[in-house]
């Protein structure tokens, strides 16, 4: 599609918007985090973008929706290209729009924040401070993502064992976004209906703004507690995250395999090598219960520490051995490494998440996140895996498949990947936001069977599980 598209007639007609057909600043652009898996590697590291956009306002924004409906050429929205999927990925080439000069903070209210699209969330985190609140929740790459991205392409993260995940009624407000079409239309998604943009990876409209629930801020404790047997450590994360809110509040819940711990260097005489790690963050006020709590189970708090503690240590954020940065500081010595989502069917059975352990062998470390989903415990896996085969890979998914974990494979570059149904709701929306089927063209499979449809006959079809 693109071969044949304008590009400097495009880029001409794009002005005044800055524009980079520099073709490092291309590359650069067209990757995000798809190389923490081998597989989407060799899939993914030679598919660029023809054309950089930096929007500074949503009226720019508009402009260059514009221009591309007009050409007919793809469009990949782009925050701070964190993913890790691909889902930034350009996969039929086309014009990337990155969002980062969209930054401005708009509106800080009692428990709201409405924000830019392009604007990174530590950013966000430092405006809200002063104000006495904080993101209900962020991803460990608050420093360099933005809540744009988190928002059409994250789940979850810091403040989720707490709060819940992004899609949790009331942790996203209003979604406002734009259509792409040769006059571009502003669409305004409220309350529930945010869920028809959340987490559809820039496939069904350009948002601009986004309004967010927020918390009171508190005086955070990043905390690590060893323990001898995982069986023991995660069995102090579940008590943890069941924990009254009252009693022990918290804003992380990490369980960390001691193997996985010796690939933590900047940890080296702060935590006794070959002990299971849980990584925490706790108020203050709450800091004796925690002690106490972990104690219980068996553990020993080795760190415990505040912001300023943390700068005079020279330590990164307890939540940079969190999330998905586990299996970053894991890479950052060994590119052999690779991960899984796994989700735990049962939260509460420390034996069986240890059998698994056991039966997994030794390519497959575990490391698991707690959260909590209206109320209840929730927990996934993200093991580190040491990569050898496709078969492997296959075998490893098969034995948590065999005993009910279910595998959400990060794997695979389509938002459809494995266990994940076709979401019609999305697939209306981008009928109508997006009819010419411009935008991140190839991340849903399902939009291929449907594009033909109404968006009417698509949303029809969300009561049919899949095609
Ligand atoms: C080390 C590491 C740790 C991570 N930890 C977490 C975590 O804790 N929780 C979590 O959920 N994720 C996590 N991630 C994944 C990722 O960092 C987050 O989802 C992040 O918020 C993405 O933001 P971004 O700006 O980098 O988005 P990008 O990667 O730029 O984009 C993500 C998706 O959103 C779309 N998009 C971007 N901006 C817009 C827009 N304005 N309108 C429409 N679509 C848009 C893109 O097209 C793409 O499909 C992690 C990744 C890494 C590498």
Redesign the pocket.
């Known amino acids: 599609m693109t071969s044949t598209a304008d590009w400097p007639r495009i880029a001409a007609e794009l002005s005044p918007v800055e524009v980079s057909d520099d073709p490092v600043t291309i590359r650069k652009r067209s990757r ?2 798809f190389w923490y898996s081998p597989l989407l590697n060799a899939q993914l590291r030679r598919s660029f973008g023809d054309l950089v956009a930096m929007p500074a306002s949503p009226k720019e924004l508009a402009q260059c929706l514009s221009v591309a409906s007009r050409h007919g050429v793809p469009v ?9 999927y691909g ?2 990925v350009p996969l039929q080439g086309g014009l990337i729009i990155q ?1 980062t000069g969209m930054n401005r903070v708009l509106e800080i209210g009692a428990g709201y924040v409405r924000v830019e ?1 392009g604007a990174l969330m530590a950013d966000i985190n430092a405006a809200l401070k002063p104000e006495g609140y904080e993101l209900a929740m962020f ?3 608050q420093d360099i ?2 809540i ?3 928002v ?6 810091i403040g989720s064992v707490s709060n819940g995940p992004l899609r949790e009624n009331g942790n996203i407000i209003r979604i406002r976004a734009l259509s792409v079409e040769d006059s571009p239309q502003e669409y305004v998604f409220d309350g529930n209906d945010v869920l028809r943009i959340h987490h559809a ?2 496939i069904n ?3 601009t703004e986004i309004t967010l629930r927020t918390v009171p801020t508190r005086d955070w404790i990043g905390c690590m507690a060893g323990f001898d047997s995982y069986a023991a450590c995660y069995a102090a994360g579940h008590a943890l995250a069941s924990a009254d809110d009252h009693a022990i509040g918290r804003k992380l819940c990490s369980v960390v395999d001691a193997r996985i711990v010796d690939y933590f260097p900047r940890l080296e005489g702060h935590v006794p090598r070959g002990r299971h790690l849980l990584v925490s963050l706790v108020p203050r006020e709450h800091l004796p219960a925690f002690r106490a709590l972990m104690a219980a189970q068996g553990g020993k708090v080795h760190l415990a520490m505040d912001e300023a503690e943390r700068t005079e240590l020279k330590l990164p954020h307890v939540f940079e051995f969190a ?3 586990t299996t ?1 500081q894991v890479l950052k010595a060994d590119r052999s490494a690779t991960y899984q989502q796994i989700g735990v069917p049962d939260p509460g059975d420390a034996a069986r998440v240890a059998s698994m352990r056991d039966r997994q062998g030794e390519d497959v470390w575990p490391h698991h996140e707690f959260t909590r989903w209206e109320g209840s415990v929730i927990c996934a896996d993200l093991p580190i895996i040491w990569y050898s085969t496709p078969e492997r890979l296959e075998e490893i998914n098969a034995t948590y498949e065999a005993d009910d974990f279910t595998v959400y494979d990060a794997h695979v570059c389509a938002i459809e990947g494995n266990h994940m149904q076709p979401d019609f709701g999305h697939l209306a929306w981008k009928k109508r936001l997006d009819p010419a089927g411009l935008l ?1 063209p190839g991340k849903s499979h399902a939009w291929e069977k449907v594009r033909h449809l109404s968006a009417d006959e698509i949303e029809a079809l969300d009561s049919v599980a899949g095609l």
Request: charge should be neutral; glycine fraction near 28%; charged fraction near 5%.
């Open positions: 995000d985090f990949v929205m782009r925050g701070g290209g964190t993913g890790n889902q930034a969002t699209a991803p460990s790459t993502a933005t744009g991205g988190f059409a392409g994250g789940s979850a993260g990876w820039g409209g350009a948002i999330y998905n940065h970053l991140n």
